[in-house]
């Protein structure tokens, strides 16, 4: 019976160690994409469109009280279309606001405040 036991809390444990990796991998991924899109848009060549708000998601977490949130915005690349988050809470679904992106990835991309934002 303890072998038995033994074999199931060793693959317990390495389900739990499994689990925990995958967990660790996806955390450096995230960053890494991150970091990765910062440093694109400082150092490469970049472009300046007109986006639209077209959605209010992203609430911020731990924000109960004025509930703050972030706007989804789209904007289309030869014939391809893209989408970003505004971290502006001004908007409305449908407003128009400038989108600097990376020509080379265009899924590297920021909302850009300038005199075309409304």
């Not at 450096?28 to 440093?39: A, E, F, N, P, W």
């Amino acid at each position: 019976m303890k072998t038995k036991r033994k074999a199931v809390s060793t693959f317990t444990n390495y389900f739990k160690l499994t689990v925990f990796l995958c967990f660790i991998c996806y955390l450096i991924y995230y960053m890494y994409d991150g970091i990765q899109s910062r440093i694109s848009l400082r150092s490469h060549p970049k472009k300046v469109v007109i986006g639209t708000v077209i959605d209010e998601t992203y609430y911020w977490a731990n924000n109960g009280v004025s509930h703050l949130h972030t706007y989804k915005y789209k904007f289309t690349i030869d014939g391809k279309e893209y989408t970003g988050i505004c971290p502006n809470t001004g908007y409305k679904v449908g407003d128009t606001l400038s989108v600097e992106y990376v020509v080379d990835h265009p899924d590297y991309n920021v909302s850009y405040p300038s005199a075309y934002d409304e």
